[in-house]
């Protein structure tokens, strides 16, 4: 079983930065790979960023691609979204997820893939 806890989302201006953390608990967080998803209000899920167990394959939104960073410290069980250059078309509700297959090089991008989810964190851009 793996529990998520994100982090760091706030209100920020057009043009801001924030970066979110996702705290894992659970021995095999290090092994699973991750996912930033969001979801705006009335708007569907979508993906944001996506990493492999060991960092080795990422891959990002069109949308966030050039801003955006998804990083990941497995020895302190923490996945890190790094949002530059913020825009109001930003402001959604971020989620971290864990895909349960363990030692997997690749990356998912459809939500439907993940097992484990966060709560979520409030991010807010002013324009």
């Known amino acids: 079983q793996v529990q998520l806890v994100e982090s760091g989302g706030g209100l920020v201006q057009a043009g801001g930065s924030l970066r979110l953390s996702c705290a894992a608990a659970?021995?095999?967080?290090?092994?699973?790979?991750m996912g930033w998803f969001r979801q705006a209000p009335g708007k569907e899920q979508e993906f944001v960023a996506a990493?492999?167990?060991?960092?080795?394959?990422?891959h990002y939104a069109g949308s966030v691609k050039g801003r955006f960073t998804i990083s990941r410290d497995n020895a302190k069980n923490t996945v890190y979204l790094q949002m530059n250059s913020l825009k109001p078309e930003d402001t959604a509700v971020y989620y971290c997820?864990?895909?349960?297959?363990?030692?997997?090089?690749?990356?998912?991008?459809?939500?439907?893939?993940?097992?484990?989810w966060g709560q979520g964190t409030q991010v807010t851009v002013s324009s």
């Open positions: 997820a864990a895909k349960g297959v363990k030692y997997y090089s690749g990356i998912y991008i459809s939500p439907g893939e993940y097992d484990y």
């Open positions: 659970g021995r095999t967080f290090s092994s699973y790979p």
């Open positions: 990493i492999s167990w060991s960092g080795g394959s990422i």
